[in-house]
């Protein structure tokens, strides 16, 4: 990265977000302070005052994020800014197709005029969720939802840019902040004795630290393309749920787990259709940069740890 950084600063979009929080500490720890930007202007959990915040930049405005790159230069630009609400996308197509994939190709267009390098985080939500085996990056895609489909048109947005660029695939992302999977459950097996979780969804839950930390080893290591990012093993949205009981109650986060019921999406109903498969195949990046992630219990275990460590 040390070429990069040469020829101007690093550019971190959606700051404040749950992936873009986690990436600010490994760029910090790394030594760099990017240039922060978020679609309020505000950059409240910034753990350093190194990192100079900027301008509120709405990637609903268009010319908002050209005006940006054209502003300050970036060398390298990371994209963790995204339209994520895949329910309310079904009746707000236009505006996740405004930020999913027309800033997208805004953001390339600038990045190949400047000569600037970018970074984008894509979804298992392209594919349809019918394989029987972890995907991969030339498997065909077949979004089911309004999410998945502005998801792979920022995909191909980028691509068609020709910009220098990193495209990164992930699923089923959480923190031991933001608002994710893990944080609903603890706070619901406070509340409840028993819950009700769909089984027949299958994936690899990612902590948003893992990607933070192989974002910048796979840049280092000079990936550019499509890669897929996710860890070992696979689970359901059940097993990931009596996972998190069972390691919470360990930790002392729950005095003592709910019952947890299986049930399939048919009793779940949503707005927007989910992939039941979203096995990621991440075999090419550990082939080209060396990125491995370990099995997904493992980055369980990390995630409760640090939110034992932080409870009072």
Partial sequence: MADL?????????????????????????????????????????????????????????????TALLADIRPALVINAAAYTAVDRAESEPGLARRINAEAVAELGTAAKELGATVVHYSTDYVFAGD??????????????????????AGERALAASGAEALTLRLAWVYAAHSANFLRTMLR????????????????????????????????????????????????????????????????????????????????????????????????????DTGVRLPNWRVGLDEVLDQLAAAAP
């Fill in 5 to 65: 950084l040469e020829r101007g600063p690093v550019l971190l979009l959606g700051a404040e977000g749950q992936l873009g929080r986690e990436l600010h500490r490994a760029l910090l720890r790394s030594g760099i302070a990017p240039l922060c930007s978020t679609r309020s202007g505000e950059f409240r959990h910034a753990p350093s005052s190194s990192s100079p915040g900027l301008p509120a930049c709405d990637l609903a405005v268009p010319g908002a994020l």
């Fill in 131 to 152: 394989g029987t085996r972890p995907y991969r990056e030339d498997d065909a895609p077949g979004p089911v939802s309004v999410y998945g489909r502005s998801k792979l």
């Fill in 188 to 287: 619901f097996g406070a509340e409840r004795d028993a819950l009700r979780v769909v089984a027949d969804q299958i994936g690899a839950p990612t902590p948003a630290h893992w990607i933070a930390a192989a974002t910048l080893k796979a840049i280092d290591a000079g990936a550019r393309g499509l890669y897929h990012l996710a860890p070992q093993g696979e689970t359901s949205w059940h097993g990931y749920a009596e996972a998190i009981f069972i390691g919470a109650v360990a930790r002392g986060l729950l005095p003592k787990a709910p019952t947890v019921e299986a049930i399939p999406s048919t009793a779940y109903p949503t707005p927007a259709a989910r992939p039941a498969w979203s096995v990621l195949d991440s075999g090419a990046l550990e082939r």
